[in-house]
């Protein structure tokens, strides 16, 4: 069964860091693109990073672009997402994912449960 | 970047309807395309794949139609526990938008 968990969320000051991860099982890790999905109270899905199965390929939505980086590690099976100068709009439920593929043109298939991260002074 | 657009934002329809939910590209995707569930309070759900491909365990009442821009998700015949939020999501390429969603409830 798949399972991802993600942890590292919590409350920040806006300018501040948080770093995300997301421990992945059930699956071969490393032949999976993975990707971090947000939605922010009452809203909709926000697509924010993907990551090729390799990590070689790293894509980003303009509105974390220079500020967030994704990252895995394939020998621990974990996910990660670095989040810096963090604003009050990036407030939201982040959620790890897996897609079908090992290339980040695929659907995604599971989900984690969310993570929420809240940027208030 | 391209713009992923859904229409109706929300829809009340009676159990046993059909129901139609559209989203439109605005340019061609071919058929990367998929739709997902969410219920409230819950974690989205894989629905269809590739616009017509029923994920495994996803009820037959479900089916996705269309390529290039404009696609269809619908549910031939509207159950409660179909209350939720549906959207689509384009990943022919990064950025992998989602659209805005729509509300389906039960009239």
């Known amino acids: 069964e798949v399972q991802l968990l993600e942890s590292g969320g919590g409350l920040v000051q806006p300018g501040g860091s948080l770093r995300l991860s997301c421990a992945a099982s059930g699956f071969t890790f490393s032949s999976y693109a993975m990707s971090w999905v947000r939605q922010a109270p009452g809203k909709g899905l926000e697509w924010v990073s993907a990551i090729s199965g390799s990590g070689d390929s790293t894509y980003y939505a303009d509105s974390v672009k220079g500020r967030f980086t994704i990252s895995r590690d394939n020998s621990k099976n974990t996910l990660f997402l670095q989040m810096n100068s963090l604003r009050a709009d990036d407030t939201a439920v982040y959620y790890c994912?897996?897609?079908?593929?090992?290339?980040?043109?695929?659907?995604?298939?599971?989900w984690g449960q969310g993570i929420l991260v809240t940027v208030s002074s | 970047d391209i713009q992923m657009t859904q229409s109706p934002s929300s829809l009340s329809a009676s159990v046993g309807d059909r129901v139609t939910i559209t989203c439109r590209a605005s340019?061609?995707?071919?058929?990367?395309l998929a739709w997902y569930q969410q219920k409230p309070g819950k974690v989205p759900k894989l629905l269809i794949y590739?616009?017509?491909t029923l994920q495994s365990g996803v009820p037959s009442r479900f089916s996705g139609s269309g390529s290039g821009t404009d696609f269809t998700l619908t549910i031939s015949s509207l159950q409660p526990e179909d209350v939720a939020t549906y959207y689509c999501?384009?990943?022919?390429?990064?950025?992998?938008?989602f659209g805005g969603g729509t509300r389906v409830e039960i009239k």
């Open positions: 340019q061609g995707i071919s058929n990367y």
């Open positions: 994912a897996k897609l079908r593929s090992v290339v980040v043109v695929a659907a995604t298939n599971h």
């Open positions: 590739a616009a017509s």
């Open positions: 999501q384009k990943y022919n390429s990064a950025p992998l938008t």
